[in-house]
């Protein structure tokens, strides 16, 4: 169990799964270019030991692989499976008592503990300038901390049991921020800490805020955890490090004592300042928006603290590894938060938001004619008005019968869906409506659409394999792939805009049925490189969900309206690049040549195969 983020670090050295890089390496795209490369090579976790303009040390990639972030919490991730899982469903003592024999061990070091000693021991006094300010793509707008622990309290409930611990983005650089007085802080206004700042404007107050970077990587991984009603991040940050979360207060601020570093500040009731660009997860730069800036109180700093960082971009990236975590730890828990439901599976390769496959149950089905969705209907409305996932765009949903499924093993999953989908009745649409801040896909910040494919019953049609002859020779539509059985990508003219767009596909639509229906070919996506998006699942998966907003860019071959319901007999995504669309993440081509030199005959990363 890592008491601080140098002994994991330490331990992971001994097992061979770290590496120091002792050449000097600028913070500036430097330090990020490196990282990508090892994190896409499945390599170790990177120490930075000598940061231009910093004395403090970084560390990059620790949980880039699954089997290294379990390595890493391998004495106490079980014991905190069980708590969760009791948290979920408590009658499973009952049912076997034997198994959560320790779990009572395990609990008791979850209450955070309090010193009443402020004098902050161990701790110096810095400046945000003395930090690694380290900046991830040439289009960002500064320096951002990625992996930081955002911690507020509810001001009409204050305390740290009425509190919230967040991964909300930093920008410490840039803009308009003023250096070691402010920065800005990102977040949506539904989440904890969102919810703590409306309270304090209604109270006319500020809100008091903490940012702890480093610690025991476990205070790393409770920020982003989704867990249980009740279950406080800090007490689960006490469960998985195996030992109490340490804090006191000082001028009013909590101070995590086992922090590396710690910002402490105040947000005002309505001041904000221009916030981004930022190279985010879903492969795309979020765009410059107005957030709330908070007023730097003062920065501390343990001695030999080291500075924890991760690069996000087009997935799968080191976030992978934190989804695989979570998934790990909280799998089963959505089996209890959304009844029905038996899995529910966000695919990273397409930003994790954006699309969304889950299996439910269709108990109706014995009091109906015929086998079709319905309740499963009622559990895709609850899947989209729940936490995280209610920022999904598309849901397909189904429900087991003669075979099992895996929603991870996503082309059975997919085919199982398209045998079996009816296009005149099994899609429905939400519009007008939220969506993840980052995706820019819709017409405006936050604000897009939906849409649930929900398919089950007996199979209806076996899917193409090859490409449909109707689909070959198209006048303005060109290069034909097939993507997966059922799915078949295709060349479409550049985006000018919606108008053209649907003149554009109402003559595709024509030339379709002009050579007769394709019921074997459910789904077409249009797009700007077919041979691209068809060469590799990943790419159709990213291409197709970040790049489209269901209400505007699916089509219909012989489309039609029945009682407000839309109907079609193929389904058409416009997945092509949009005027509106945010700018994809390029990395420098000047600073892809200087990284080499790490990974020379004599540089530090020479053994990393890239």
């Known amino acids: 169990m890592h008491r601080t983020l140098e002994e994991c670090i330490i331990d992971l050295e001994k097992t061979g799964q770290l590496i120091r890089i002792h050449e000097k390496v600028d913070p500036y795209l430097e330090m990020a270019a490196i990282h990508?490369?090892?994190?896409?090579a499945k390599g170790p976790a990177l120490l930075f030991e000598n940061v231009k303009g910093s004395k403090y040390r970084a560390v990059s990639n620790l949980f880039g692989t699954l089997e290294r972030s379990k390595f890493i919490f391998r004495h106490t991730l079980e014991a905190t499976k069980d708590v969760i899982a009791v948290r979920n469903n408590p009658m499973s003592v009952f049912k076997?008592?034997?198994?959560?024999?320790?779990?009572?061990?395990s609990a008791s070091k979850a209450l955070p503990i309090k010193s009443f000693n402020n004098k902050l021991s161990g701790f110096r006094e810095i400046q945000i300038s003395d930090l690694p300010l380290i900046h991830h793509w040439p289009k960002d707008g500064g320096a951002f901390v990625t992996l930081p622990q955002v911690y507020s309290e509810d001001p009409e409930k204050p305390g740290i049991m009425n509190s919230n611990l967040g991964m909300y983005r930093v920008q410490m650089t840039g803009n308009d921020y003023v250096i070691n007085k402010e920065v800005g802080l990102h977040y949506q206004t539904h989440r904890g800490i969102g919810i703590h700042h409306h309270?304090?404007?209604?109270?006319?107050?500020?809100?008091?805020?903490?940012?702890?970077?480093?610690?025991?990587?476990?205070?790393?991984?409770?920020?982003?955890?989704?867990?249980?009603?009740?279950?406080?991040?800090?007490?689960?940050?006490?469960?998985?490090?195996?030992r109490n979360f340490r804090y006191c207060y000082k001028d009013g601020y909590l101070i995590s004592l086992d922090a590396d570093f710690v910002i402490t500040g105040e947000i005002y009731p309505d001041e904000t300042k221009p916030e981004g660009p930022f190279g985010d997860h879903i492969g795309y730069y979020s765009l410059v928006h107005d957030f709330p800036v908070m007023k730097i109180h003062k920065v501390y700093a343990k001695e030999n603290a080291i500075w924890p960082f991760t690069v996000v971009g087009r997935p799968p990236q080191e976030d992978t590894s934190f989804g695989d975590l979570v998934h790990e730890l909280t799998g089963h828990a959505i089996k209890y938060e959304i009844p029905g439901v038996?899995?529910?599976?966000?695919?990273?390769?397409?930003?994790?938001?954006?699309?969304?496959?889950?299996i439910g149950s269709?108990?109706?089905?014995?009091?109906?004619?015929i086998k079709q969705p319905a309740e499963l209907l009622t559990i895709a409305n609850r899947i989209l008005g729940t936490g995280?996932?209610?920022?999904?765009k598309y849901l397909f949903i189904t429900a087991e019968e003669e075979k099992e499924l895996n929603t991870r093993n996503e082309v059975e999953f997919l085919t199982y869906i398209l045998e079996r989908i009816d296009l005149h009745r099994?899609?429905?649409?939400?519009?007008?409506?939220?969506?993840?801040?980052?995706?820019?896909?819709?017409?405006?910040?936050?604000?897009?659409?939906?849409?649930?494919?929900?398919?089950?019953?007996?199979?209806?049609?076996?899917?193409?394999?090859?490409?449909p002859e109707q689909l070959q020779n198209l006048s303005q539509f060109k290069n034909p792939h097939m993507i997966m059985p059922g799915i078949v990508a295709i060349d479409g003219l550049e985006f000018t805009g919606y108008s053209e767009a649907q003149t554009e596909i109402d003559n595709l639509c024509r030339e379709i049925l002009d050579g007769g229906p394709i019921p074997q070919c459910p789904v077409i996506i249009l797009c700007d490189d077919s041979l691209n998006l068809s060469s590799e699942l990943n790419n159709f998966f990213w291409e197709t969900f970040t790049r489209s907003n269901p209400s505007h860019d699916i089509y219909g071959v012989n489309s039609y309206y029945e009682n407000k319901h839309w109907a079609c007999d193929n389904m058409i995504i416009d997945?092509?690049?949009?005027?509106?669309?945010?700018?994809?993440?390029?990395?420098?081509?000047?600073?892809?040549?200087?990284?080499?030199?790490?990974?020379?005959?004599?540089?530090?990363?020479?053994?990393?195969?890239?």
Request: with cysteine; charged share 20%; proline share 6%.
């Open 388 to 392: 995280h996932v209610s920022l999904a």
């Open 199 to 242: 309270k304090a404007k209604k109270m006319g107050s500020t809100l008091k805020v903490s940012v702890f970077v480093g610690g025991p990587p476990a205070h790393t991984l409770a920020a982003i955890m989704p867990l249980p009603e009740g279950l406080s991040e800090m007490t689960f940050a006490g469960l998985l490090s195996g």
């Open 36 to 40: 990508l490369k090892v994190n896409k």
């Open 96 to 105: 076997n008592p034997f198994r959560y024999i320790g779990t009572g061990l």
């Open 426 to 467: 099994d899609v429905h649409f939400h519009t007008n409506t939220t969506i993840d801040t980052l995706d820019y896909s819709g017409m405006g910040l936050n604000s897009g659409s939906k849409v649930v494919l929900a398919a089950y019953g007996d199979k209806k049609r076996e899917l193409c394999k090859d490409v």
């Open 362 to 369: 269709e108990r109706y089905t014995p009091f109906m004619k």
């Open 575 to 610: 997945a092509r690049t949009k005027t509106h669309h945010a700018p994809n993440l390029i990395p420098d081509p000047n600073v892809e040549r200087n990284i080499q030199r790490f990974f020379t005959k004599e540089g530090s990363l020479t053994k990393i195969e890239i």
């Open 342 to 358: 038996k899995e529910v599976h966000a695919v990273d390769a397409a930003g994790v938001h954006p699309l969304l496959f889950a």
